[in-house]
């Protein structure tokens, strides 16, 4: 439990220090190379299909079982330096100072009145055009993106991490990159769309699965923490399941109600409008002070989840 501390007080200072090599960008590597490999030299569907299968597995055990034997190794060298590598790699799996500072990034600029260069950084951190959006539209993504990544980049690796500490043989560390592993290839492969259907359905797959859990704990804690969790829960899974997607719909209607705004509505992705169910009653226009609500609300969850576990694990002990 005291590297799960460690790296989450290291995530929440620093963050991903700038200009480090990212585990993520390692395996992202992997993923475009092995993609574009398949991509060039198999056509036949059912063949992608299997290649996608071996590209999630791989990347998954390969993942753990590297970040496990550098550690083994590095804890044989040096006990300390063992500590310090388990710390950095856990703490970069954890999007919390990512995820806040993304958010402000933006914001400075909104505040500003400068929506020129708030559209240009929302552009970095969001999926949809972002040239002709409004003030409003801005903010409404800030918070979407918010919601959404609250869970696959910040509570869904904790539940990994914290599920690894009571399998002592594997560790926590490599429980939580093995899911990274996951996320990633969702993010990059995980496409309902060509060249990508066929390589990245096993990904998506999969994530679905592996997010589902944590995904039901977070709308679960963030109900209890609101003061209205029968409400509040109640109300989220009614709009949840107008979102095709099993686990995103829910993080953002639980913000969403809690917040007492309402997120979805049409998007433009590379000049293709797109409609997302509404989620939520807009009882208040998003603001500068909902997206900061929304922040603290994940932070409290993360450390909520995490003080649990280190009573239970005490208790147990």
């Known amino acids: 439990m005291n590297i799960i501390w460690l790296a989450c007080i290291l995530d929440y200072f620093i963050g991903d220090p700038w200009g480090w090599i990212h585990p993520v960008q390692v395996m992202g590597w992997i993923i475009q190379g092995y993609h574009q490999f398949i991509v060039d030299r198999v056509e036949n569907k059912q063949w992608r299909k299997i290649a996608g299968v071996l590209l999630g597995l791989g990347l998954i055990i390969g993942s753990g079982g590297v970040t496990w034997l550098l550690i083994a190794v590095a804890t044989k060298i040096n006990y300390y330096g063992g500590i310090v ?4 790699l856990l703490a970069s799996c954890f999007a919390g100072k990512s995820l806040r500072q ?7 600029y909104v505040k500003q009145d400068d929506l020129s260069q708030a559209r240009y950084r929302l552009s970095f951190y969001v999926g949809r055009d972002t040239h002709n959006l409004s003030k409003d539209e801005i903010l409404r993504a800030v918070l979407e993106t918010v919601a959404e990544n609250s869970v696959d980049g910040v509570t869904a690796p904790l539940f990994y991490a914290l599920l690894g500490v009571f399998f002592p043989v594997i560790g926590c560390v490599p429980f939580a990159i093995g899911y990274k ?3 990633t290839l969702d993010s990059m492969i995980g496409y309902k769309k060509e060249p990508f259907i066929d390589i990245g359905w096993f990904s998506a797959k999969l994530e ?3 997010t589902w859990l944590p995904c039901r704990l977070t709308v679960l804690t963030l109900g209890v923490l609101s003061g209205k969790p029968i409400q509040h829960i109640t109300e989220c899974k009614k709009y949840a399941y107008k979102d095709p997607s099993p ?3 829910w993080s953002e209607a639980i913000y969403a109600v809690i917040l007492r705004v309402q997120l979805g509505g049409e998007n433009t992705y590379k000049g293709e409008k797109k409609y997302k169910p509404l989620l939520g009653k807009s009882e208040k226009q998003i603001d500068i002070n909902s997206i900061e609500k929304a922040l603290s609300l ?5 450390f909520l989840w995490l003080s649990v576990i280190t009573l239970i694990k005490k208790f147990l002990v």
């Open 247 to 249: 686990n995103s719909g």
């Open 85 to 88: 590598v388990q710390v950095i």
């Open 298 to 302: 994940t932070r409290n969850c993360f």
């Open 181 to 183: 592993a996951v996320s």
């Open 208 to 210: 679905d699965i592996l």
């Open 102 to 108: 993304a958010a402000e990034d933006v914001l400075f």
